[in-house]
């Protein structure tokens, strides 16, 4: 029997050829989502061990604590220790022009112990001299020569060095991913202190061993020269002391919590790429084992037990299986290679570097096998259940009459109502746990209940296929004809678009509800913050900051000016009032129903009380509150307003800046000086329909134009396009992810097909020779096809967007009110592919249809 399974793979290869590719493509997505994990850590083993590339030990505190002082200059005479350094780090502002960035500033190192390569310019000298990394000198427009400064405006650091630090060097950047997004500076100690405010704070002390020095043994004296200046300091609690690759492996532990969550997300796509890869492979087997019935029963007549052809059956499994599990795995290895190059290109993943563990390509290939045979086993046992004398009977379909498809209906609305419960459950109460799991069984039980309601459907679509004359009406009887492998081929691809549907209904209802709760708490689109001169009169002034300046950036509509001009009389919890024009509020507020009126304020959310009493110049003076929907809202009177309240008194003003109480009376009244000490506020309404790329440019526009920091630029605008940002890459990476499973299904339709095809072979040709073109032989079979695929498509879109919106509900429903959206537009997308893919997939068994003579066709056996 081995080989006559030898024989069958041999001379039927292409029968296999779809079984093949839907391994080879399910095995390649779990190793490389095994290889992803062990390629993150390899990278960042390798990212941050640059760190320590020059060190021989390592001494660190517990829990990234910082190391004493004094162990240094203790450690620095341990003999065999050439060199010891304290590397202490701290984070502040690099001014540089009128520019200020965030900056970490290293400690320089002596010669024996620098990682960092100079690649213009000379290495830090001295305390005044500082270098950066060549990335960040070549944004910020600094060169060699050039001077920067600590802090910068209202985050100005004092300095002992006179102010200006001198750039000597440019260095290549960093790959320790702490330092991601920040300028990397290298200063001394001194500078560095500063920002400490005058206190080391050692990160780690490395270690340079004297030449010969034994590795071991001058770690064992270190490890005793801890104990001596920190009891306990080479045991936890206390100072660890470690060689350069152990605590490189240290490092990534801590940095990765001990969790992999990534590879956990992977795999579980993974797994659904093989659920829909064993679906087409049963399918497949199942098509083949009843096209081999006569052949199987003719093998029963000589001889062969049942077991022989269950065993048949099984090793051409087996052997399609290993073939594919390992072009799947050497695929997987292509597709990460490929992925780690690209990742080299980049600024963040130079340091990137492949790691193919052993564990991927024996799971990978494991699950491959196991996948095919577990798949083939109904099949193999189908081919013993017919007696050879009755290997011509056509096997009955799956149904509700016999026996097995009364428990199959039973176990399939039993999952189906329990889990549909235990979805409602977590809608309602906002549970993700049981929405989960009840989503889960309940698809469970559609899959089980799919022989009962797909065929029927098929049939009912089929119907509009009937005014295409004598192929679409064949066609419509073809689909149906064998209920059980049409209901495989299309449950296959049912699971995957559910899928892609669901995310994507998921990921609109998402945005929606997020864009309503922005609109709801915020009022306006941007808001620009100016602060004022109390407590930093030394800090530069912004540019320009005023109406006319903020309209002429591109995508400003209408901007308003705030002026702070009042308190509430709340003693130490205070508030500012700001005066405003009401019809310029009018033109910028987003909230609906807000209206500035005169002898009233207009507050936010959180204001409940009923009025307010404010500290004006002419005594207090109590005004009703109109509270708006937002919740981010500055109080607002009328300019009419405070000038008939008559400004703040000097007392309150004072109090309100922690200043001492003066005498001066003007203080209070003078209104620019109040806005001046306090600063100021402008509201801004951007133009409609601007993407992530326009408001980022308005943003930029508008630090260009006034010299404010972009982080006193904020509004829902900015967080809109941050939120959907992310909506949309997680919903990318997850319908990439998915489309492995749909394009294996859809394998699995084009098989379906084909097989049909040879199966009917004398069938097409009787038709042929009773007069159906070739070119109605070619769209009875494409019309098939899109049948298949497409009823398989409009049942997965409707579960889809059921499922998208209870779990959006059970996902968001705690965090803010779901508002349920179908994104029409991107669902008709996935039909018209569905569909689409289905009229390709019907291209090559129509041709190889078309092409068979009907005397050649009726003369096959």
């Given at each position: 029997?081995?080989q006559?399974?030898?024989a069958?793979?041999?001379?039927h290869?292409?029968?296999?050829?779809?079984v093949?590719?839907?391994v080879?493509?399910?095995?390649?997505?779990?190793?490389?989502?095994?290889?992803?994990?062990?390629?993150?850590?390899?990278s960042?083993?390798?990212?941050?061990?640059?760190?320590?590339a020059?060190?021989?030990?390592?001494?660190?505190?517990?829990?990234?604590?910082?190391?004493?002082?004094?162990?240094?200059?203790?450690?620095?005479?341990?003999?065999?220790?050439?060199?010891?350094?304290g590397?202490e780090?701290?984070?502040g502002?690099?001014?540089?022009g009128?520019?200020?960035?965030?900056?970490?500033?290293?400690?320089?190192?002596?010669?024996d112990l620098?990682?960092?390569?100079?690649?213009?310019?000379?290495?830090?000298g001295?305390?005044?001299?500082?270098?950066?990394d060549?990335?960040?000198?070549?944004?910020?427009?600094?060169?060699?020569?050039?001077?920067?400064?600590?802090?910068?405006?209202?985050d100005?650091?004092?300095?002992?060095?006179?102010?200006?630090?001198?750039v000597?060097?440019?260095?290549?950047p960093?790959?320790?991913?702490?330092l991601?997004?920040?300028?990397?500076?290298l200063?001394?100690?001194?500078?560095?202190?500063?920002?400490?405010?005058g206190?080391?704070?050692?990160?780690?002390?490395q270690l340079?061993?004297?030449?010969?020095?034994?590795?071991?043994?001058?770690q064992?004296?270190?490890?005793?020269?801890l104990?001596?200046?920190?009891?306990?300091?080479?045991?936890?609690?206390?100072?660890?002391?470690?060689?350069?690759?152990?605590?490189?492996?240290?490092?990534?532990?801590?940095?990765?919590?001990?969790?992999?969550?990534?590879?956990?997300?992977?795999?579980?796509?993974?797994?659904v790429?093989?659920?829909?890869?064993?679906?087409?492979?049963s399918?497949?087997?199942?098509?083949?084992?009843?096209?081999?019935?006569?052949?199987?029963?003719?093998l029963?007549?000589?001889?062969?037990?049942?077991?022989?052809?269950?065993?048949?059956?099984?090793?051409?499994?087996?052997?399609?299986?290993?073939?594919?599990?390992?072009?799947?795995?050497?695929?997987?290895?292509?597709?990460?290679?490929a992925l780690?190059?690209?990742?080299?290109?980049t600024?963040?993943?130079?340091?990137?570097?492949?790691?193919?563990?052993?564990?991927?390509?024996?799971?990978?290939?494991?699950?491959?096998?196991?996948?095919?045979l577990?798949?083939a086993?109904?099949p193999?046992?189908?081919?013993?259940?017919?007696?050879?004398l009755a290997a011509?009977?056509?096997?009955?379909?799956v149904?509700?009459?016999?026996?097995?498809?009364?428990?199959?209906l039973?176990?399939?609305?039993?999952?189906?109502?329990?889990?549909?419960?235990l979805?409602?459950?977590?809608?309602?109460?906002?549970?993700?746990?049981?929405?989960?799991l009840?989503?889960?069984?309940?698809?469970l039980?559609?899959?089980?209940?799919?022989?009962?309601f797909?065929p029927a459907s098929?049939?009912?679509?089929?119907?509009?296929?009937?005014?295409?004359?004598v192929?679409?009406?064949?066609?419509?009887?073809?689909?149906?004809?064998?209920?059980?492998?049409?209901?495989a081929s299309?449950?296959?691809?049912?699971v995957?678009?559910?899928?892609?549907?669901m995310?994507?209904?998921?990921a609109?209802?998402?945005?929606?509800?997020f864009d309503?709760?922005l609109?709801?708490n915020?009022?306006?689109?941007?808001?620009?913050?100016?602060?004022?001169?109390?407590?930093?009169?030394?800090?530069?002034?912004?540019?320009?900051v005023?109406?006319?300046?903020?309209?002429?950036?591109?995508?400003?509509?209408?901007?308003?000016?705030?002026?702070?001009?009042?308190?509430?009389s709340?003693?130490d919890?205070?508030?500012?009032?700001y005066?405003?024009?009401?019809?310029?509020?009018?033109?910028v507020l987003?909230?609906?129903?807000?209206?500035?009126?005169?002898?009233?304020?207009?507050?936010?959310?959180?204001?409940?009380?009923?009025?307010?009493?404010?500290?004006?110049?002419n005594?207090?003076?109590?005004?009703?509150?109109?509270a708006?929907?937002?919740?981010?809202?500055?109080?607002?009177?009328?300019?009419?307003?405070a000038?008939?309240?008559?400004?703040?008194?000097?007392?309150?003003?004072?109090?309100?800046?922690?200043?001492?109480?003066?005498?001066?009376?003007?203080?209070?009244?003078?209104?620019?000086?109040?806005?001046?000490?306090?600063?100021?506020?402008?509201?801004?309404r951007?133009?409609?329909?601007?993407?992530?790329?326009g408001?980022a440019?308005?943003?930029?526009?508008?630090?260009?134009?006034?010299?404010?920091?972009?982080?006193?630029?904020?509004g829902?605008?900015?967080?809109?396009?941050?939120?959907?940002?992310?909506?949309?890459?997680?919903?990318?990476?997850?319908?990439?992810?998915?489309?492995?499973?749909v394009?294996?299904?859809?394998?699995?339709?084009?098989?379906?097909?084909s097989?049909?095809v040879?199966?009917?072979?004398?069938e097409?040709?009787?038709?042929?020779?009773?007069?159906?073109?070739?070119?109605?032989?070619?769209g009875?079979?494409?019309?098939?096809?899109?049948?298949?695929?497409?009823?398989?498509?409009?049942?997965?879109?409707?579960l889809g967007?059921v499922?998208g919106?209870?779990?959006?509900?059970?996902?968001?429903?705690?965090?803010?009110?779901?508002?349920?959206?179908?994104?029409?537009?991107?669902?008709g997308?996935v039909?018209?592919?569905?569909?689409?893919?289905?009229?390709?997939?019907?291209?090559?068994?129509?041709?190889?249809?078309?092409?068979?003579?009907?005397?050649?066709?009726?003369a096959?056996?």
């Amino acid at each position: 029997m081995l080989q006559i399974a030898l024989a069958q793979v041999r001379v039927h290869a292409r029968r296999f050829l779809a079984v093949g590719l839907a391994v080879m493509l399910g095995v390649a997505f779990l190793s490389a989502t095994l290889m992803v994990g062990a390629t993150t850590t390899a990278s960042l083993g390798r990212s941050i061990g640059a760190a320590y590339a020059t060190a021989d030990l390592v001494i660190t505190g517990q829990d990234g604590s910082d190391v004493p002082a004094d162990v240094v200059d203790r450690l620095a005479a341990v003999p065999g220790v050439d060199t010891a350094h304290g590397l202490e780090r701290a984070y502040g502002r690099l001014a540089s022009g009128s520019q200020t960035s965030l900056a970490a500033f290293t400690t320089t190192a002596p010669a024996d112990l620098r990682n960092a390569e100079v690649t213009s310019g000379s290495y830090p000298g001295s305390p005044g001299e500082v270098a950066l990394d060549e990335d960040s000198a070549e944004r910020l427009g600094i060169s060699p020569g050039d001077t920067v400064a600590l802090g910068g405006g209202a985050d100005a650091a004092p300095t002992d060095l006179g102010g200006a630090l001198t750039v000597t060097g440019l260095t290549t950047p960093a790959t320790d991913p702490s330092l991601s997004g920040v300028v990397q500076v290298l200063a001394s100690v001194p500078v560095v202190r500063e920002l400490t405010g005058g206190e080391p704070a050692i990160r780690n002390v490395q270690l340079a061993l004297s030449p010969g020095a034994d590795a071991a043994v001058v770690q064992e004296a270190v490890a005793a020269a801890l104990e001596e200046s920190v009891p306990g300091a080479s045991d936890a609690p206390g100072l660890t002391v470690r060689t350069a690759p152990e605590q490189t492996l240290a490092d990534v532990a801590q940095l990765s919590n001990g969790n992999d969550t990534l590879t956990g997300i992977l795999l579980a796509f993974a797994a659904v790429a093989v659920l829909v890869a064993g679906l087409v492979i049963s399918n497949t087997f199942s098509v083949l084992v009843a096209q081999r019935t006569r052949e199987l029963a003719l093998l029963r007549c000589v001889g062969a037990e049942r077991r022989q052809i269950r065993t048949s059956v099984l090793v051409e499994a087996t052997i399609v299986g290993l073939a594919g599990a390992v072009l799947g795995v050497l695929l997987a290895v292509g597709v990460m290679a490929a992925l780690v190059g690209l990742a080299r290109g980049t600024d963040f993943g130079s340091f990137a570097v492949l790691a193919v563990p052993p564990s991927s390509v024996l799971i990978g290939i494991a699950v491959g096998v196991l996948m095919t045979l577990l798949a083939a086993l109904v099949p193999a046992r189908a081919a013993t259940r017919v007696a050879p004398l009755a290997a011509l009977r056509p096997t009955e379909p799956v149904g509700t009459a016999g026996r097995r498809g009364r428990i199959r209906l039973a176990t399939g609305l039993g999952a189906l109502l329990l889990g549909a419960a235990l979805l409602l459950l977590g809608a309602v109460t906002a549970a993700i746990g049981p929405a989960v799991l009840g989503g889960a069984v309940s698809f469970l039980g559609v899959v089980l209940l799919a022989p009962f309601f797909i065929p029927a459907s098929v049939a009912a679509v089929g119907r509009l296929a009937r005014p295409l004359g004598v192929p679409g009406t064949l066609a419509a009887v073809n689909a149906v004809r064998n209920p059980a492998r049409t209901t495989a081929s299309s449950a296959a691809l049912l699971v995957g678009v559910t899928l892609v549907t669901m995310m994507m209904v998921g990921a609109q209802t998402a945005r929606t509800s997020f864009d309503r709760e922005l609109d709801e708490n915020y009022a306006v689109d941007l808001e620009v913050r100016v602060a004022g001169t109390s407590g930093t009169s030394d800090a530069p002034a912004p540019a320009r900051v005023d109406v006319p300046t903020l309209l002429e950036v591109d995508g400003v509509t209408t901007a308003v000016q705030l002026t702070p001009v009042l308190l509430t009389s709340a003693g130490d919890g205070a508030q500012l009032v700001y005066t405003a024009d009401p019809d310029e509020i009018a033109g910028v507020l987003r909230s609906e129903g807000a209206e500035l009126r005169d002898g009233m304020v207009l507050a936010p959310q959180t204001w409940e009380q009923a009025e307010v009493t404010l500290d004006g110049g002419n005594g207090p003076a109590t005004l009703p509150v109109t509270a708006t929907d937002a919740v981010f809202f500055q109080p607002l009177i009328t300019r009419a307003t405070a000038e008939r309240l008559g400004g703040t008194p000097p007392a309150a003003l004072q109090a309100y800046l922690g200043e001492p109480t003066g005498t001066d009376p003007a203080a209070g009244t003078d209104t620019d000086g109040f806005a001046a000490a306090v600063g100021s506020t402008f509201w801004l309404r951007l133009a409609d329909g601007l993407d992530a790329e326009g408001v980022a440019e308005v943003q930029s526009g508008i630090v260009a134009a006034t010299g404010v920091s972009e982080y006193n630029v904020v509004g829902p605008a900015i967080e809109r396009v941050a939120y959907n940002e992310i909506i949309d890459l997680m919903l990318l990476i997850v319908t990439a992810l998915l489309a492995v499973a749909v394009l294996i299904a859809l394998i699995g339709v084009a098989n379906t097909l084909s097989l049909s095809v040879l199966e009917r072979r004398r069938e097409n040709s009787l038709l042929r020779a009773l007069g159906l073109t070739r070119a109605q032989l070619r769209g009875m079979l494409a019309v098939e096809a899109v049948l298949v695929a497409g009823v398989a498509a409009l049942l997965g879109s409707g579960l889809g967007i059921v499922y998208g919106w209870l779990g959006a509900q059970a996902a968001l429903g705690g965090i803010t009110p779901v508002s349920p959206a179908v994104p029409v537009g991107q669902i008709g997308a996935v039909l018209l592919v569905a569909v689409a893919a289905g009229l390709l997939a019907s291209v090559l068994p129509a041709r190889r249809a078309a092409r068979l003579s009907p005397v050649a066709g009726l003369a096959a056996d």
